[in-house]
Every structure is written in structure tokens, then in C-alpha cells.
């Protein structure tokens, strides 16, 4: 590795993560952060994609069902944080992994924002976020699928306080929206693809067998 890629690595290196998995799943009527998917829970198969990823540290955000989704995750080099406030709205997950990074004695320029039910994530995604950031030095990276744009998204420190402020169930989203002319986007087709319902968990099932 040369000088000027160790540098760049060392930079990509104070790029955090947070996986958002606090929610009730009351829509799948179990929690879907423990269904199987490629011969694993969703919300460990996310974080190791996560742990692959050129972002450290890596935080999950646990809340509902805690107790039963912190087993899957333990093993992991990953900070966990509860968020005792679930209930009041993913706001309140993204409000406790960005007062947990503040706190952290390293120097975080980023975060990237993802959640633990869009099963399509992939390093190579994350990694892309981290590159357009440095190479387009816009404040924002979000994935752009649907005709919309969303997270997976990279913010900024700039925007720390942004997402410390967001309320009730408003979420990553909210930020972006609001900042569009800040925002560079990354095409994510697949991004689109999440599993809200056990019909959305059937037709991801029925894509490939082995994904269980």
C-alpha cells in the first residue's frame, strides 16, 4: 500500500456506521430483524456487511426485542446502543447514535445511515457512498431508487445536529429532503426492496431459494 492510499484508507477510516434496529415490526408481526436470510438473522447478515465495509466504528441501535437481537450480534466487533425511546419514532434511534459518537474520543467526519431490512446492501454500496463523498466533497451522499432519495445515506459532521434533531418518526430522510441542492446522489435500484411484510419476506424468498 502506498503513502497516498494508506492516507486515504486512514481517512475512510473516521467514517461511521449506524445500523437502525430498533423498530417493532408491527407491520411483519414478528420481529424482522430475527427472520433468516442467506443462513442467518437479517440483522446479523446486515451488520457483517457493515463490519465489511470501509466504515469504523460500527454502531447498531437496538430497542424493541432487544433482549432476543442482541444474541445475534454480540460476537461481532460492533458498539451496540439501546435506545430505551423506540417507541417514539425512529428519530429517537438516529438521536442515540449520533449522541453515542459524539461522546467517542476519535475524530467522526461521517456517519453513514443504513437499516437492517434492505436486504440488496452490499459493502460495495457503503464503500460507494464513502468514495463520492471525499470525491464530490458534497456534505450528503444518498442512494437514489424509486424516484426517491434515501438510505443508505452518508452525512457529514456538518449535519450532526440535524440528525440530533429530528423528532418523532421522522428519519434520515427528513434531512436529506430538506438539503437537496447539498446532496449528491447513488444510483441503488435495489434499494427499493425492503421487507416490511411477510408478503415482501415471501417475494424475497421466491427470488432465490438459498437466501434462507
Known sequence: MDSTTEQIETEKSTIAIMILAAGASTRMGTPKQLLLYQ?????????????????????????????????????????????????????????????????????????????????????????????????????IIACEYAGTLGVPALFSKRFFYKLAELQGTSGAKKVINNNVTLVFSLPFAQGDIDIDTPKDYEQLLSINSDYI
Not at 438521536?95 to 475524530?107: E, G, K, V, Y
Request: with cysteine.
Open 39 to 139: 443462513k442467518r438473522s437479517l440483522v446479523q447478515y446486515i451488520t457483517e456487511i457493515a463490519i465489511a465495509s470501509v466504515c469504523k466504528p460500527v454502531v447498531v441501535v437496538l430497542g424493541a426485542y432487544s433482549e432476543q437481537i442482541r444474541p445475534q450480534i454480540n460476537h461481532l466487533p460492533v458498539s451496540i446502543v439501546e435506545n430505551l425511546d423506540w417507541a417514539c419514532g425512529m428519530s429517537t434511534s438516529i438521536n442515540s447514535a449520533i449522541q453515542f459518537l459524539h461522546n467517542l474520543s476519535q475524530n467522526i467526519e461521517a456517519v453513514v445511515i443504513v437499516v437492517c431490512d434492505q436486504p440488496f446492501l452490499s459493502p460495495q454500496i457503503i464503500n460507494q457512498l464513502v468514495d463520492a463523498y471525499y470525491s464530490t466533497k458534497k456534505p
